[in-house]
């Protein structure tokens, strides 16, 4: 990570990373006041503090590729977010993303991050103290030993994840985590299609269905980004004749 002598978050000019990076949100659709600017910058800061302990992001990153790779990449999800309110998970969140920026665009989600790694589980929770983030859940643990947690089955109206976990494991576990109704967030590089061929066994075990697929570049030479939508369909009781069946 380049530290913060390239980064110029206060100039007022044209030529200011935070001016640069309004902009390019608002061309997503979201619109970030000066108090959730001042987080993203504040979010920079303590990433740039520990990241050379902790590995939060590519240590030869520029402040401009934090902001577009991982600030405006997590809040390519904002439109499609159906609930301000809702409860949503992120997978294997690392530093933060894209659950964090999320939370700090739409401050009324209640965002659960789970996260295996003790060290980025620390830099998570004093993250959030610093940012005042509250209705924040910050879970230090595995994957697979959440989802054998009865509790954490079916509660979840929002899945994300990004580069976490290969589709079908991902939609695997998700499928198991959000509720009906609820949806499952990939975000994607250009093979897209390409993993899209081996999910529809999982589809069908969880009763899942691909509602949608947005491509989009990130601004500033950024890479191309799939965002692909799955939606946990409603199962419902049937009863057919006399004999009512149940389905
Ligand atoms: C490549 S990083 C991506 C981090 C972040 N989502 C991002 O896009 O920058 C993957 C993260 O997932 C975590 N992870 C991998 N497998 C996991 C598992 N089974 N359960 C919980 N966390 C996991 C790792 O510790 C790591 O921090």
Redesign the pocket.
Known sequence: MEHSSSCDFNTAGSGGLTKRFKESAAGLGVVLTDEQLQNFQRYYQELDLWNSRFNLVASTESAEEVFVK?FLDSLTLVPFLPLPDGRLLDI????G?PGIPLKIAIPGLKVTL????RK?VSFLKSLCRILKLEGMSILQE???SLLKEESSRVCFDMVV????LKLPQYLQAAGGLVSPSGLIFAMKGANYRTELDDVSDVLTDWNLVLTDVHTLTLPRGGDFRAILIFKKLQTHLTFRGPAATRI
């Open positions: 991982h294997g969140t690392g530093g993303f789970l996260e295996a790694s980025k595995r994957l697979e994840s990004r580069a976490a």
